[in-house]
């Protein structure tokens, strides 16, 4: 610390206090609607403070009785749905940006820069910009209403493969040269050297990667028609539209919660990686 | 054990750039050769084309009998310690120089008591669990010649081994390598930048510059018989001095009037009024008595290094700065006079144009 | 000058990139040159028939006032996502940069907002919004103001960038933090011995070299607000009320899905796709420049 101004540093804790409990209320908006049953929204101004039906909420919620989600399935159901989406997207996409950042830097072959550039294409073409004819193509695979249609198309990445490009790029050469020397092939360099190098960079995109999977919005609510294959976030938004006049707030605010969970939990876990991850992005 | 020849080696980048002009070099087993040179020069070009690292354009490569110029690397049973050492970050000591025989399908038992034989030959077997991170700078570079060592290659190639060491450490591991590679005797190249290094580890030295060889053969013969005046200024610190000089009767007619009378030691007849460049050595320039001086030098800076003083100036009508390496005993002030005497049987003349040695 | 040593396979590198390029060309090349080809065209609902128009779609598109509110409502929108979003995350990085004690707790109440859904970031503000439940409404109707973003046009637009802004505060705050911590001691140190005080060192020290960081994060934000908060808008408002919150991508899912106009929601697509090369481009000159220096 350069100086010591006590007043200074009083404020300055003031503020982060207060910029946590604001950032933080809504949280703490959804995590008191979700323990009242749905009369306490009906009129007047919504409670502040925990009321006793959480545990009855989170067990209707999780288990669909009554059909509260006002779908077939059950918000377990949602999540593992949302959980297998994420996790195919993370893996799926670090794996296909590993091999080929590996082979775009370390072998030279006839039409390596248009590769490249083909890949990078993608970069600038979000899902969002190009959803008709994507849905097209999809619809005409079979790929509707299905894990694959759900996952697949998002899976290619230019950002992965741009990152663990510019990583391969920073080891020093004579690291290769070495284990060629030591009689390692390119299956042996990958598998030894490579792949035990990039486990930071791995870990830090498997977390942005993720919740980039979870948070899905649009691509699920276009290609799924068949409840089976809705995910968890998907839901919130039909309940909100379900029921014209009383909207189920205590219902909404638990799903929501739920469908917070688990990303922010591996974030919060994570935090380390996380943080690495997103800052080599600006590299 | 084995010889390396390179025959009429050419190295041309897709560039048009041409790297190595048709390098002729022939290392007798067990030799230690150094190939040295300015930056740029070829030498580290040539040594990773006999690692098979980079691809030979023209000629042929041989260690021992067989053709190498088409093997991969790993099949020319060589090793290379690497000037930033190249050790794998994420192995421990022993997973480092066990991976070469690993990848070789030696057997378990086997990597081990080679792996701990070349640790001992180190001294870094109480290293061996650790990781290159928690290593010093001398450490890694043993850690980096005991991967090279355990193989027992034919060949080692040492890629500036040295440059990342600071000097004191620099000069033990010069001479620890040199005890090892006599040790082992084992066929080396060994490429770096800075002469003293060449110097003192060369059987035999390799002076290159611009993908040429300038000359070739035992250090103090390159260094008291330099074929050109480039093998002449890259050798020996302080550097020779150089200064144009014409040729008279048995007399060299230096700039700003001075005369150097060569009497017995050279014959200067057959050099009739040529315009010569000569060299001397530092050390061969000695402080001697007013009558017997060649030249006085106007000194005007002075280096005391403790055994040697050196002497930095000019003669006086001369532009080029000289320098004269002393004896430390005796002290020397700045602006005063210094009368010198050539020793002539070790001057230096080169060809104006060549640059080539003529005496 | 170096060939980079390279493994010498010329098979192997085909098949480690096929799977990247196989998804690249099936579900972005193609459906991009699909975009290209029915933004020429004319169809009905039920593609019973087609005709060629060359530019008539971009031609109508531009024509129309409805494309023109769109394209104004989301510069607007971006702009204030990107404000908000950045100037409250730069304020609470300059706060947690120079505290000691609990700064890794500070960084961590901070950071879990990015994990948050857009959509469920917009349910959330919508209930704290809400006309006749909501807490915020509540309290403004104590300084006499009836919040309603159903008929309100302002308001709607309000929360909507609350909700955006909101989940994106971390992510700025990450990046800015990183970016101040970057900055070497001994410059703040300098400019503190030269007399500086701690406002001053802010805005004359910290703040230029924050500079390259804060265009990036800019360049972020705004294709964030452009692309990925339709479901912001999709949960909450429905592009309303009277089309003040109907962002270019919501309009491109509404013309296509709701409306089936094909002809015109791949002309849209097409128009984006160049904002976002532009944008890319943008970026990426300023990935270049800062390589310079």
């Known amino acids: 610390m350069i100086e010591n101004r006590p007043w200074l540093t009083a404020f300055r804790h003031l503020m982060l206090i207060f910029g946590i409990a604001v950032i933080g209320f809504p949280i703490w908006i959804a995590l008191v609607a979700a323990t009242h049953p749905s009369s306490a929204f009906f009129s007047g101004v919504m409670p502040l403070w925990f009321g006793e039906q959480g545990l009855n909420n989170f067990e209707r919620v999780w288990n669909n009785d009554d059909r509260v989600l ?42 390596r820069r248009t590769c490249f550039w083909m890949i990078f294409l993608t970069l600038m073409l979000p899902v969002e910009v190009r959803i008709l004819p994507t849905y097209e193509v999809v619809a005409r695979l079979g790929m509707l209403n299905s894990y694959a249609g759900l996952t697949i198309p998002l899976i290619a990445s230019a950002t992965a493969t741009f990152l663990f490009r510019q990583f391969f790029l920073s080891i020093p050469s004579s690291l290769v040269e070495a284990a060629r020397i030591d009689g390692a092939g390119p299956f042996k360099f990958f598998k030894d050297i490579l792949l035990p190098l990039s486990v930071n960079n791995i870990a830090a995109l498997f977390v942005i990667l993720f919740i980039y999977g979870w948070n899905q919005y649009l691509w699920p609510l276009l290609i799924t028609t068949d409840e089976d294959y809705y995910t968890i976030v998907m839901v919130i938004k039909r309940l909100m539209t379900a029921g014209e006049g009383n909207v189920p707030w205590n219902i909404i605010m638990t799903t929501t919660v739920l469908a917070m969970l688990p990303p922010v939990i591996v974030v919060i876990l994570m935090q380390k990686f996380f943080v690495k991850g997103l800052i080599e992005q600006e590299k | 054990m084995a010889t390396v020849s390179l025959r009429h080696i050419n190295k041309k980048y897709d560039n048009g750039f041409e790297a190595i002009h048709d390098l002729n070099l022939e290392i007798p087993d067990g030799e230690l050769v150094v190939l040295v040179g300015p930056s740029g020069c070829g030498k580290s070009t040539s040594l990773r084309m006999v690692a098979g690292l980079e691809s030979i354009s023209g000629g042929d490569l041989y260690i021992g009998d067989t053709r190498v110029n088409d093997l991969e690397p790993a099949e020319r049973d060589i090793a290379m310690v690497f000037q930033n050492y190249a050790l794998y970050p994420h192995m421990s ?45 001398g450490q890694r570079q043993r850690v980096a010649m005991g991967r090279a060592i355990v193989r027992n290659p034919k060949v080692f190639l040492f890629d500036e081994p040295l440059s990342n060491l600071d000097a004191k450490l620099r000069v033990q591991m010069r001479i620890e390598i040199k005890r090892l590679q006599q040790e082992f005797g084992t066929t080396s190249i060994y490429v770096t930048h800075d002469q003293v290094e060449a110097m003192t580890l060369a059987d035999r030295l390799v002076v290159m510059n611009n ?25 020996g610190s302080p550097g020779m001095n150089f200064m144009s000089a014409r040729v008279d009767a048995n007399c060299l007619h230096l700039p700003g009037g001075h005369q150097l009378e060569m009497g017995q030691a050279i014959d200067l007849t057959k050099l009739q009024q040529q315009e010569l460049v000569l060299g001397l050595r530092p ?71 060549s640059q080539r040695r003529i005496v | 000058m170096h060939d980079t040593v390279v493994f010498k396979n010329k098979i192997l590198p085909y098949f480690l990139l096929a799977p990247q390029l196989i998804i690249t060309l099936v579900f972005f090349i193609w459906p991009a040159g699909q975009a290209l080809y029915q933004s020429f065209l004319i169809e009905d609902a039920f593609g019973f028939s087609r005709e060629f128009v060359w530019f008539e779609n971009f031609v109508y598109l531009f024509q129309d006032p409805e494309y023109w509110n769109s394209m104004k409502v989301t510069f607007l929108f971006s702009a204030m996502v990107a404000v908000t979003a950045m100037g409250v995350a730069l304020l ?22 990015y994990a948050v ?177």
Not at chain 2, 97 to 125: C, F, H, W
């Open chain 2, 211 to 235: 993908g040429r060889v300038e000359q070739m053969g035992p250090p103090l013969e390159l260094y008291e018989r330099p074929e050109t005046q480039f093998v002449a200024s890259f050798l």
């Open chain 1, 70 to 111: 006002g779908v077939t399935v059950s918000a377990s159901w949602m999540m593992w749905n949302s959980f297998i989406m994420a996790m195919v997207i993370a893996i799926g996409k670090i794996t296909i940006s590993l091999l080929s950042a590996y082979a775009i830097v370390y072998f030279r072959f006839p039409f």
């Open chain 2, 283 to 353: 050390e061969h320039l000695e402080a001697c008595e007013m009558p017997d001086a060649d030249f006085v030098l106007q000194v005007e800076m002075v280096e005391p290094l403790g055994a040697d003083t050196l002497l930095y100036g000019r003669l006086p009508g001369n532009e080029d700065l000289m320098v004269a390496e002393q004896s430390g005993k005796i002290r020397y002030e700045r602006g005063t006079k210094v009368p010198l005497r050539v020793d002539r049987s070790s001057i230096h003349l080169f060809d104006k144009d």
């Open chain 3, 92 to 113: 609470l990085a300059a706060m947690a940069d120079r505290v000691l004690k609990g700064a890794g707790t500070y960084k961590t109440l901070l950071i879990w907002p």
């Open chain 3, 117 to 293: 859904a857009p959509v469920v970031a917009a349910v959330l503000w919508w209930l704290m919004f809400n006309p006749s439940i909501g807490i915020l409404p509540y309290w403004m109707k104590f300084v006499g103001h009836y919040w309603n973003h159903y008929v309100n046009a302002g308001e709607a637009m309000t929360v909507v960038v609350i909700a955006s802004a909101w989940k994106q505060i971390s992510y700025n705050f990450i990046f800015f933090l990183a970016g101040m911590q970057a900055i070497p001691k001994s410059l703040i140190e300098a400019a503190a011995i030269d007399g500086a005080s701690p406002f001053k060192r802010f805005w004359q020290i910290v703040f230029p070299l924050l500079s390259p960081t804060a265009f990036f994060l800019l360049v972020v934000n705004v294709v964030y607000a452009f692309f990925e908060t339709f479901g912001v808008i999709h949960a909450t408002t429905l592009g309303g009320p009277d089309n003040a919150t109907r962002t270019l991508v919501y309009k491109v899912y509404e013309d296509g899905f709701v409306g089936l106009d094909l002809g015109s929601s791949a002309a849209q697509s097409v128009i984006l796709m160049i904002l976002v090369i532009a944008l890319t481009v943008i970026q990426f000159r300023y990935v270049e420049r800062k390589v310079q220096y």
């Open chain 2, 93 to 137: 000591v022993f997973d480092n120089m066990a991976y070469g025989l690993k990848n070789r399908g030696v057997p378990r038992d086997q990597i081990k008591q080679k792996v701990d034989r070349a640790a001992a030959t180190l001294e870094i077997s109480h290293l061996l669990p650790n990781k290159p991170k928690q290593l010093s700078g």
